[in-house]
């Protein structure tokens, strides 16, 4: 599970809860995050509130910046 905690109005940092997920569920999500971060991207603008729109992510960081 991904989770996007508000930092700022404009930024937010993400979080993956993985208590709720099989070991086989964390592997994958986690491997999409290191080895695809275009496919995490966009689960991540997937949970984007309606009013915003995405502008940059810091994959380091783990923060995402919208608009």
């Known amino acids: 599970m991904i989770i996007l ?3 700022t109005d404009n930024s937010y ?5 993985t208590t709720n997920l099989t070991d086989e569920e964390r592997v994958k ?5 290191d080895l695809f ?3 995490f991207v966009s ?3 997937d949970l984007i509130p309606e009013e915003k729109t995405f502008d940059t992510y810091s994959h ?3 923060i995402l910046n919208v608009k």
């Open 5 to 7: 905690n508000p930092l």
């Open 13 to 17: 940092k993400v979080i993956i809860d």
């Open 29 to 33: 999500l986690l491997r999409k995050r």
């Open 37 to 39: 971060p275009a496919e």
């Open 43 to 45: 689960l991540l603008i």
């Open 60 to 62: 380091f960081d783990m």
